[in-house]
């Protein structure tokens, strides 16, 4: 339940120290937030491009989903493939499951148990998510951190042939699997990146609110450079890619329950690391939508 704010109550954020994210402490993500409370989390989710809201596990979907509508309308929950329980099909439209957790022999929500490789959601499309909020129900006792990577950071320290040499130019972005490597629904396998179909976006972007250019590679299998050979393609990717996944361009979320990660879509990256398949894992998510998505 919602209930009314302390709006003397302004939240304080706290650096990682890193490549990126913060903390931000002093805030009750259940309750109505004041309109000083809203505009103290945008400015820090800019500069930060990843926030952490540690201590929510009073909060529930509904305050969730309420909590994350103050950044943009959100996303509804992508019809869930023929093998997953219907089980979450109760929880309001905008609520994904991110989860191993099996009800009669059906995973309860998306992503398994193993690794999900570094991407940013849903680049192959034209209009990307503007980005996710994860809340963490249930953690393993080990394994399943979740890596965030710095876009505006991979950019800047590029060597300057390297930017001169990416500008102009642009990426198509597979849409065929999913981060967990699974094939979507309707789509083909394919294994020729000059095959790829999804969206192409330029390999800098500009980011919306805040103006600072930033590497966008969405994910790598399949990538493709449209206008080199594959040859030059491949080894253009795959320079960019092992430059943007350095370790001192990201920053590593240990869970907690009752984390609420917030990542801006636009200029960074993540990755999820495996974890034992007999523990459980539960996360609510939302997604903010592309503020262009009609
Ligand atoms: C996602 C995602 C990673 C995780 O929800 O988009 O990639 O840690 N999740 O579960
Ligand atoms: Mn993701």
Redesign the pocket.
Known sequence: MNHTADISVVPSVRPTGAALGADVEGIDLNDALSAEQVTAVKAAWAQHQVLRFRGQQSLDVQGLAAFSRHFGPLDRRPTASGGMSSVHDALPPEITV?SNVKVEGKPLGA?GDGE?VW?A?MTYNPHPPKG?C?YAVEVPPAG?N?HFSNMYLAYETLPEELKQQIEGLSCVHDASRN?AGELRLGFADNTDPRQTVGAQHPLVAVHAVTGRKCLLLGRRRNAYVPGLPLEQSEALLDRLWAHATQPQLTWTQVWSVGDVMMWDNSCTM?R?DSFDPASRRL?Y?TQIAASVAS
């Open positions: 991110i992503l999900a991407h959601d996710a994860l399943g979740t981060s993540h999820r996360m998510r």
